[in-house]
């Protein structure tokens, strides 16, 4: 059986590619323990600096595999419910640790973003889309509730409103509305898609990595948080962040007018 999730290395840029292109790069329980060792292995890389996250061939990803759902239908409605709910938790630790990670994580979509695809495209911290590209929540449409932090960061996103709507109505959408609605960074046409994303992500990799994975935490506890309680995080993470030696690094720059040059360090 290939892999059905592949890393890539290109200098301080990890590239992770969601690989069944034959199955439109759908979530089976092969991918999903791949895509925890993958987003492990990179968060304790200290040379990688930024991570992009790509679907193999023309998708991104078309959520669940519903092949793999349709022979849990053979069981018992209380054994199903215990199989589909241990399924379920084994994506909770990728989606962690991409929100965890002080590497920025890049979704590059091209193609279909469904279900867990369009969860998956939520929690990386910034997305392009080719203009290709094409969202559904899609979980209504199977008699089935989001999963993956969709819930979490839909309404984050777009609203409480404008999520019931997607969540409930599962309707799909292009790339223009999802730049509009916020969902993503950036659209471009679809040949330019991996030359935008490689462009960002070597920006990001050049950057202070340090001091992004501090504002990442800061923003995750953001709505969450009392104004005091985030004036003190501020505090603790801008103090954190002035014993890096990005942060002397960036100063001496400063005041002797030239680029930085950052370490992640």
């Known amino acids: 059986m290939p892999d059905t999730v592949l ?68 069981l018992p ?66 008699g089935t509730s989001p999963d993956g932090s969709g819930t979490f960061h839909l309404p984050r996103i777009v609203g409480m409103k404008k999520a019931a709507e997607m969540a409930l109505l599962a309707e799909r959408f292009d790339a223009a509305t999802a730049l509009a609605l916020g969902l993503v960074n950036k659209v471009v046409p679809v040949d330019r898609l991996e030359g935008e994303t490689e462009a960002l992500a070597e920006r990001l990799a050049a950057g202070p990595t340090h001091a992004y994975g501090n504002t990442k935490r800061l923003l995750g506890r953001a709505l969450s948080s009392t104004l005091e309680a985030q004036l003190q995080a501020e505090a603790e993470s801008f103090a954190d962040c002035t014993a890096s030696e990005d942060f002397a690094e960036g100063v001496r720059a400063f005041v002797e007018k030239r680029k930085p040059r950052f370490g992640g360090r």
């Open 77 to 142: 409605p209380a054994e199903r419910r215990r199989r589909f709910e241990l399924f379920v938790h084994k994506v909770h630790p990728t989606i962690l640790t991409i929100r965890r990670m002080s590497q920025p994580v890049i979704a590059s979509v091209r193609g279909a973003a469904a279900g867990f695809g369009m969860s998956l495209v939520m929690a990386c911290d910034l997305a392009i889309a080719a203009d290709d590209a094409f969202f559904t929540l899609a979980y209504s449409l199977i």
């Open 7 to 74: 890393t890539t290395r290109k200098g301080a840029i990890a590239t992770v590619i969601l690989n069944r292109p034959a199955a439109l790069n759908a979530l089976d329980e092969a991918m999903t323990r791949e895509l925890e060792e993958a987003f492990t292995t990179l968060e304790a890389d200290a040379s990688v600096r930024a991570v992009v996250v790509r679907g193999a061939a023309e998708h991104f990803m078309a959520g669940g595999d519903l092949k793999f759902f349709y022979r849990g239908l053979e």
